[in-house]
């Protein structure tokens, strides 16, 4: 469950255009075929968790409305509708915008703003839209095989070609912010870029403001992301040894991770209120029961409140390993050594306390383990 979306996540919805600089009209013209009269919205969206704004509101009438709004440079905006869930995003790259839709026939490819930097919008989420559907149906068929084996190569095939797709999306999304010629374009691809290593993103995004010297959402952007890379750097990396982590066991005893030194130890965040984590639970015990005898072994941290709720979860899921908590929910102490933004989350070391892998889910863990212990 993720406490919070990192800063390039949320860069979907873009920045607050709080500036002095003289600001321009324009007009969004649309038909809308097929639309029952109502009232239509044009809002601006912002980087920030700042709700939409509205800037002006129209009647539709036969399908037809027209919606004008001042803005400081080019942004992202909206329009919404009265009484439909359907939402319209656009680029402000032109005084006068012409829009058009069907209510009956909705799609990416069928919502037309005919302007230059909305059509690199249009083609870049259709684009973006038929790879992740692509990746969401491998991942689908991978799901229903039921505890396969690590020796299974049909799946291993499958997890390869998967990781392949994944990488060459993220690879496109790179390239994307680095060679568009459109600054809320380079934006906006951002917020695609959440599932890649922020040192992979830093020369991309380092080269925006040079493209792109004028604009204000670029250079707060920028420096914000650069402020995120530095305490990033500062992060458990593969390779580096964990940081040690000291808090009560269920006894109330104190406990630490340094304790388990010369084993390959599975350090596993995690919490009794945490619904993901109580379903990965089963594939942390399956892992733990095969190799806890080959120098293998869990520890649990958990960032519960209370230690009923705890010590229950334990029992309940059969999590017959070490476990420690502080009990201070989002303020544990084992937060922000590990950076850690969503639970379940987990670190691999070994024996000598060196990451070797994080974040292993389903069956990734006992493929790992049966990799590093014969």
């Not at 305490?231 to 109330?252: E, F, V």
């Not at 958990?302 to 229950?312: G, N, V, Y």
């Amino acid at each position: 469950m993720k406490k919070f979306l990192p800063l390039i996540a949320s860069v979907f919805f873009l920045f607050s255009c709080s500036t002095s600089v003289q600001k321009s009209q324009f007009t969004v013209t649309g038909e809308l075929k097929n639309t029952p009269d109502q009232k239509i919205y044009l809002e601006e969206l912002y980087f920030s968790q700042k709700d939409p704004a509205v800037l002006d509101t129209a009647e539709i009438k036969n399908g037809k409305f027209s919606l004008t709004a001042l803005a400081p440079e080019e942004g992202l905006y909206r329009l919404r509708l009265e009484k439909s869930e359907a939402a319209f995003i656009f680029i402000n790259d032109q005084p006068a915008i012409p829009f058009s839709s069907d209510l009956n026939s909705l799609s990416l490819e069928n919502a037309k703003f005919n302007s230059p930097a909305n059509y690199l919008l249009r083609s870049f989420m259709v684009d973006i839209e038929k790879q992740r559907k692509e990746l969401e149906d491998k991942a689908s068929i991978l799901q229903q095989y039921k505890n396969p084996l690590p020796s299974d190569s049909t799946y291993q095939m499958m997890q390869l070609d998967i990781l392949d797709k994944q990488a060459k999306f993220q690879q496109n999304v790179l390239r994307y912010i680095d060679t568009t010629s459109n600054a809320v374009m380079a934006l906006f691809s951002l917020g695609y870029t959440r599932d890649i290593e922020p040192e992979k993103i830093e020369t991309a995004v380092g080269g925006l403001t040079k493209r792109f010297p004028t604009n204000q959402a670029i250079a707060t952007i920028v420096a914000q992301y650069k402020q995120l890379i530095a305490q990033n750097k500062s992060l458990p990396k593969i390779g580096g040894i964990a940081p040690d982590i000291t808090m009560a066991d269920t006894s109330g005893k104190a406990f630490s991770l340094s304790m388990l030194r010369g084993k390959y130890v599975l350090v596993d965040f995690w919490a009794s209120w945490c619904g993901p984590c109580r379903e990965e639970n089963p594939n942390v015990v399956n892992a733990y029961q095969e190799f806890k005898n080959k120098n293998f072994t869990v520890l649990g941290v958990s960032l519960d409140k209370q230690k009923a709720e705890w010590t229950k979860a334990v029992e309940e899921d059969h999590l017959t390993w070490y476990h420690i908590s502080d009990l201070k929910y989002w303020s544990s102490a084992a937060v922000a050594p590990y950076g850690i933004e969503g639970i379940p989350y987990n670190v691999l070391l070994d024996p000598q306390g060196k990451i070797i892998a994080m974040n292993l889910r389903g069956n990734d863990l006992q493929i790992k383990l049966s990799e590093l212990i014969k």
